[in-house]
């Protein structure tokens, strides 16, 4: 899966350690967040270990991309699957500080750091 629209870039893929690797690059906002939303829904259908998001490429995150990632972090707790945020820019890990959302969700400071934890639950 690899989808480019708008200012968001949405890849998956799979590690040698079961979790799927979500890169996400660009905005993550009202216009591209259901796309998040359905890329971790397709996930979710598959037999996994778990969605590290990497948000390394992620510029630019607002109120709705916020609700998208915490929606996925539900969603796959409800399916019994894990959901990790890796790689976080200062500014989003600062955003993501000042919402609480850093009291929901597991942050990594790297995608190997998430794999490896994913991987040894």
Known sequence: MNETEGTLTISA??????????RLAGELDHHTGARLGH??????????????????GLYYCDSTG?????TAHDRARATG???????P????VQL???????????FHPSVEDAVDALSNR
């Open 13 to 22: 893929h799979p590690s040698p350690g079961g979790p799927v690797v979500l």
């Open 89 to 92: 820019s200062p500014a989003i």
């Open 81 to 87: 699957s894990s959901f990790c945020v890796a790689a």
């Open 39 to 56: 890329a971790v829904e397709d996930l979710l259908h598959r037999p996994g270990a778990g969605i590290v998001a990497d948000l390394s």
């Open 66 to 70: 916020i609700t998208t990632i915490i």
């Open 96 to 106: 993501f500080r000042m919402t609480g959302l850093d009291q929901i969700l597991t």
